[in-house]
């Protein structure tokens, strides 16, 4: 028995050490394994949804109207009408003697206008359409005295041939601004939080603008003379338009709210200028039709409003204030000539229309 054990004692531990080095790489193998990466999240079964904010009324028709009362004040560039010099003999002076010259603006003032709007709300989804009308018709007036030269008509027709050249006792300016726009949007209001609300929309806006601005130069002297520059645009656009509505909700119906809109439209201009010159009963007539261009407009409005659901909530009413400021880019299209003896000689400086002012608006949903 003794040598048997003997004899197998040798190959026994040859199988131990083999094994607890077979053990020991398997044990360093797995310590030195790279951890397993979690399982990416799985995909959702149900798409994401932001609940809806619109107001909800139990009303049958589910359809909302608002007006407001606007007071704007019209901005345009290069409407400048006249300079006003204190010397008799032009612009010009000396290093001892300088001339004092004063640019005569047209500084329009805030005018009043309305809009009125009326839109639906659809089961579908949550969404809503609206359609906006904006009616803002004025005119502004301006007018200067002393040794006045001109800044518009052409030039042919403002130099006289005689007394003091192209001279004036006088000048005065009036501008008319009709604008009328038309905007539809479908949007979806939704929550983003519990104090945010969205309202994205997108939509068309069609816009019809005139202008007619009239400067009429008088001089009382011996060479008595009145001239009246008479310039002219009407143009109308359409195209599409984005936006965004934001609402932070303070609580007891109280919210502060911005707005932000652009477009660009498609827009046709027919821009005319006359000219009547008393002194040499001359007269002049300069059309142009089917200019045809692009134009962008954009609009940002900040406000508070207080809005309240009553009886049973079969009605919701809103009131809300705001500031507004919008630019209309090159809408001034009025021609300046600017040669006496080239007479076609012009140039087209255009100019960017701005509007700012006070909304007041007034909703009720039934």
Known sequence: ????????????????????????QQNNKD???????????????????????????RGAWDIYADASFIYWQ??????????????????????????????QNLNPSYKPGFQVGLGMNFDYDNWDSYLHYTWFHNTNTNSSSGIILPTFGHPAGTTMATGAGTMFASASANWHLKMDLLDWQLARAYYVGTK?????????????????????????????????SGNKTTNWGIGPEVGMTANYLFGYGFRVFGDVMGDVLFTRYRVSTTQTNTNGSQTLSIKQSKLNTLRPHTNMDLGLGWGSYFDNNNWHVDFAA??????????????????????????????NLYVQGLN???RLDF
């Open 1 to 24: 028995m003794l040598n048997v054990f003997t004899k197998t004692k040798p190959w026994l531990v040859a199988s131990l050490v083999a094994a607890s080095s077979v053990f020991a």
């Open 31 to 57: 310590n030195c394994r790279t951890p397993k990466a979690p399982d990416p999240m799985p995909a959702p079964t149900m798409a994401a949804y932001n609940a809806p904010s619109r107001i909800d009324v």
């Open 74 to 103: 019209p901005l345009q560039d290069n409407m400048e009408y006249a300079i006003a010099t204190s010397a008799t003999s032009g612009m010009f002076g000396t290093t001892s003697a300088p001339v004092s010259n004063t640019v």
């Open 196 to 228: 945010l609300t969205f309202r994205p929309y997108f939509g068309a806006r069609a816009a019809w603008i005139r202008e007619k601005y009239n400067v009429t130069y008088t001089r009382t002297a011996a060479t008595a003379a009145t001239v009246v």
């Open 322 to 351: 705001s500031y507004c400021f919008q630019a209309f880019w090159d809408q001034n299209m009025f021609r300046r000539y600017v040669d006496n003896s080239m007479q076609g000689d012009n140039v087209n400086p255009n100019g």
């Open 360 to 362: 007041v608006t007034a």
